[in-house]
């Protein structure tokens, strides 16, 4: 399973970016794809992630009601679209998948992860 994100970059307090993660190498029929977050000296954090056979979303309480996410069958891909962000969201943030009945919010349960991409929020 190979996961590319995309979409970080520097943005002022309140405004939005979409991050993307398109996943290949596998059938998504079974697929969790999720969104953690880390800042230097801290723990990577769960912040979002989407079951795609039930098209359930989970969110981090942080996080609900600003950002969404959301899935892209033909591209095979979830969106994670951030809106009114705020600089405590900045963060380098990862893309992950897993197929095993574990909780969506926990790291451990991720065996898949993409290449971080880095989100800034300037006050």
């Known amino acids: 399973v190979q996961l590319q994100a995309s979409g970080g970059g520097l943005v002022q307090d309140g405004g939005s970016l979409r991050l993307s993660c398109a996943a290949s190498g596998t059938s998504l029929r079974d697929i969790t794809m999720g969104w953690f977050r880390q800042v230097p000296g801290k723990e990577r954090e769960f912040v979002a992630a989407?079951?795609?056979?039930?098209?359930?979303?989970y969110y981090t309480d942080s996080v609900k009601g600003r950002f969404t996410i959301s899935k892209n069958n033909a591209r095979s891909a979830v969106y994670l679209q951030m809106n009114s962000l705020k600089p405590e969201d900045t963060a380098t943030y990862y893309c992950a998948a897993k197929f095993r009945a574990i909780t969506s919010t926990i790291r451990s349960g991720y065996d898949y992860w993409g290449q971080g991409t880095l989100v800034t929020v300037s006050s």
């Open positions: 989407f079951r795609w056979s039930t098209n359930t979303p």
